[in-house]
């Protein structure tokens, strides 16, 4: 069997496994996987620009931000029904960021990178202060709708969206839009000399992973039910979603998937051990030596095991 053919193999496991778990764990486990699930969303979001293009991002909790807070304010505020509200949310983000952040894209490497993180934090600090009778100030908003009863249910809506999500982001990168972007993350030069606009394909990269951002933020804010500035503007935030990739793999939808669960179980796992903020210093530590043995992840790691694997029965 090819390497293609056990990625299928490798997607259809994961996907059985994640419909079948709420029949083996409690709703504790379940939480804790609904959290990984939308961690997984925003990191395949992320992965989009920064993972195929080369330009690294650490403005992505604006995007994330943006959409909780307008699907908040317009259910909180204005009395707007979820299913409206979530919509309007992504449209948004996107509108949003293209006006924020998108005349960064024509900033190359370290520079890019500075000016999004600056618009990140700028945001931390003005959504406090600048009408808080609509952003709630530090407290937030609260009492949001929900979308679903129980643990359970919950959990499958998660796993259906990240999966959906997944789908299409997989499709997208199989097309020649896709195959363009992966160009220009190798080498942008060559093609902008190949007569492509890759200030065009930057920003039709951005439109889809803000869109994917808005989608995955509105539904988790309805999920947690509350929003603060701290949850979601915070440098934790941009800190979970890299890290997911990096150890799952970059330029994968798998990748970045396996990276979320990793994480958020390895940190739950290091609780109560280490119920501080010290469990991330050993995280951290784990986290540096998958990278330092395998830079391209996990997904590399397992490739390489498919490929042992298939050498040692040949």
């Known amino acids: 069997m090819n390497l293609r053919l056990h990625h299928f193999i490798l997607w259809a496991a994961f996907v059985a496994l994640m419909f079948l778990m709420p029949q083996f764990v409690g709703n504790g486990t379940l939480r804790t996987m ?25 403005g992505h909790p ?32 996107m509108v949003g960021g293209l006006i924020v952040l998108l005349p960064a894209l024509r900033i190359k490497g370290s520079y890019f990178a500075l000016v999004t993180l600056a618009v990140m934090e700028l945001m931390y600090q003005l959504v406090p202060v600048v009408r808080p009778d609509l ?14 009863r129980g643990a359970e249910n919950g959990y499958y809506l998660a796993v259906g969206l990240m999966l959906v999500i997944a789908l ?56 947690l039910g509350t929003i603060t500035p701290r ?11 890299i890290v997911a990739v990096l150890i799952g793999g970059a330029g994968t939808i798998l990748g970045p998937i396996i990276g979320a669960f990793f994480m958020v179980f390895l940190l739950e796992w290091l609780r109560p051990f280490l119920p501080g903020q010290e469990r991330f210093f050993v995280y951290g530590a784990i986290a540096l030596l998958i990278y330092m043995y395998q ?20």
């Open 34 to 58: 609904i959290f990984a699930c939308y961690l997984a969303i925003f990191a395949i979001s992320w992965d989009i620009l920064s993972g195929r293009t080369g330009y690294i991002s650490f």
């Open 62 to 93: 604006f995007l994330v931000g943006i959409g909780a807070y307008t699907t908040a304010i317009l259910t909180r505020r204005y009395g707007f029904p979820v299913e409206a509200s979530i919509p309007i949310a992504v449209l948004v983000t």
């Open 135 to 148: 952003t709630g100030g530090t407290r937030g908003i609260s009492r949001l709708p929900a979308l679903t």
């Open 168 to 223: 299409m982001a997989w499709l997208l990168m199989r097309t020649r839009l896709g195959t363009a972007l992966w160009a220009i993350g190798m080498n942008e030069e060559s093609v902008r000399g190949s007569g492509l606009s890759t200030t065009r394909l930057k920003s039709f990269a951005f439109l889809v992973s803000a869109a994917v951002a808005g989608l995955g933020c509105a539904f988790y804010a309805h999920y």
């Open 231 to 241: 949850a979601f503007f915070d440098i934790n935030v941009l800190f979970q979603i």
């Open 295 to 314: 830079p391209k992840g996990i997904m590399a790691i397992i490739d390489s095991g498919i490929a042992w694997a298939r050498g040692a029965r040949t």
